[in-house]
């Protein structure tokens, strides 16, 4: 007998009528029309199954702290940075923890199974390396979470920066970062990110920095990264998130980083929500988006992710752990209003971000994980268009959260008793 028997299932695909099959927490079979014993059932109704939602790219350390000690008034990533510097003296373990279980919570809801954060480095206490190591530790039943050693202050510009990373890595975080565009000097940008490739390749780690959030197009730390990146031999292992610079790039110029980074195997991260909210505070008008450019990217071959970046801390004080958004921004920002585009965007949020994340058993095939969300919509392009309602989450075939459907009851006398917003299709 299985243990979990999903059928009349769409899958992200298009195929429909699908049945999954559950057995020992993984997908056994897919295929149309399966009728078997099972322990439980769940019929789909034509509804979209899609494999679990993944943000790349976080800061758990910092989240949900909006408003301590104030609010970040400009709105720029230079004065969150300065606000998180006055937010550290003050920090406790128990509150990191605290929140940061409140936003697994959150994100379980929403049907994200698995997050990469990045945790700052630079306070020689290790204060919140030790806090989010206590959160991994404790959501792993649930939740996947990766832990990048990111130096917030600079590994060069930071007095013992590159020590206390090191110290770090060796307590069991599992990512090198970087933040090459805060170093003093461009120069100690690009030394920087030949440093922090060379530690990763040592230690046999993958590589995630932050690359070029600037609105400056002369910060090409991108270019070292992905050079670093072949000469090393880290191919698939490295990625550059943010990478805002290039939306203010000469053509010329991107038309030779973009085969570079695609040559290198870097991947690449853009943040919507945050990128768009931070860059072009200095611009009067036109203002610019400031999100990298992902559709020339994609057209390149290169993996590109979106991540969600901040949730209320000192850097942007909205959010709720809903990848669908950060999917639903991505496409406007990118003008990515195609049907392929949109569902490129839902890729984004899911197997791009899995393969930047390197999730072993993602996906709805035979072997993968049994981990996967029913969601209120018959295909990608009307999950992000309704930020769709989790109506299940599974994760290795266990149960994990589940939503009433979003409707509204109509007192219209000549027309339906409800609607759920969505499409009225032939």
Same mark, same amino acid.
């Given at each position: ?18 049945? #999954?099959?559950?057995?020992?927490? %993984? ?8 009728? &078997? ?44 940075? !300065? ?7 003050? +920090? ?6 605290? $929140? ?14 698995? #997050? ?14 030790? *806090? ?44 090198? @970062? ?26 046999? +780690? ?34 550059? =998130? ?21 040559? *290198?195997?870097? =991947?690449?991260? &853009? ?9 072009? %505070? ?24 979106? @991540? ?25 920002? !990118?003008?990515?209003?195609?049907? %392929?585009? #949109? ?10 971000? *899995? ?22 919509? $018959?295909?990608?392009?009307?999950? #992000? %268009?309704?930020? !769709? ?11 994990? !959260? ?5 409707? *509204? ?18």
């Amino acid at each position: 007998m299985l243990d979990l028997l999903v059928h009349n299932a769409t899958l992200p695909d298009g195929r429909s009528g699908m049945s #999954i099959a559950v057995q020992g927490g %993984r997908i056994i079979e897919v295929t149309a029309g399966l009728d &078997a014993p099972a322990a439980e059932r769940l019929d789909a109704q034509g509804l979209l199954v899609a494999p679990h939602f993944v943000d790349p790219h976080f800061h758990m350390d910092a989240t949900l702290s909006y408003g301590l000690p104030r609010v970040n008034q400009s709105g720029t990533l230079l004065e969150g940075i !300065a606000l998180w510097g006055e937010l550290k003296p003050l +920090l406790t373990a128990e509150a990191l923890i605290e $929140r940061a279980l409140a936003y697994c919570d959150w994100a379980v809801a929403k049907g994200l199974l698995a #997050i990469r954060s990045h945790v700052d480095t630079s306070d020689p206490s290790l204060l919140a390396v030790d *806090a989010l190591l206590e959160v991994k530790r404790r959501v792993a039943p649930y939740l996947d979470l990766q832990l990048v050693a990111f130096p917030q202050d600079g590994v060069l510009r930071s007095p013992g920066g590159v020590d206390n990373l090191k110290r770090a890595l060796d307590l069991g975080l599992d990512v090198v @970062g970087g933040i090459p565009h805060f170093e003093r000097t461009m120069a100690d940008g690009a030394a920087s990110v030949k440093l922090l490739c060379e530690l990763a390749a040592e230690r046999g +780690l993958p590589v995630d920095m932050h690359c070029d959030e600037s609105d400056d197009p002369l910060s090409r730390h991108i270019e070292t990264l992905a050079f670093e990146a072949q000469r090393l031999g880290l191919r698939g292992r490295v990625t550059g =998130s943010h990478c805002t610079s290039m939306h203010s790039m000469d053509n010329y110029y991107v038309s030779k980083l973009l085969p570079l980074i695609a040559e *290198a195997g870097v =991947s690449v991260i &853009a943040n919507p929500l945050i990128n768009i909210t931070l860059q072009g %505070r200095h611009d009067s008008y036109p203002k610019r988006r400031g999100m990298t450019r992902v559709p020339e990217l994609m057209a390149q071959g290169v993996n590109v992710a979106f @991540g969600h970046d901040c949730v209320m801390d000192p850097w942007y004080g909205m959010g709720s752990g809903d990848m669908l958004e950060v999917a639903h921004m991505g496409l406007h920002v !990118a003008q990515m209003t195609s049907q %392929r585009g #949109i569902r490129q965007c839902f890729d984004a949020v899911t197997v791009n971000a *899995a393969k930047v994340f390197g999730l072993d058993g993602y996906g709805l095939e035979a072997g993968c994980d049994a981990s996967f969300v029913l969601l209120q919509a $018959r295909d990608p392009v009307e999950a #992000i %268009r309704l930020r !769709a309602t989790r109506l299940k989450v599974y994760r290795k075939g266990r149960l994990l !959260a589940e939503t009433p459907a979003a409707t *509204a009851a109509l007192h219209l006398a000549t027309r339906p008793a409800a609607t759920a917003w969505m499409h009225p299709k032939n």
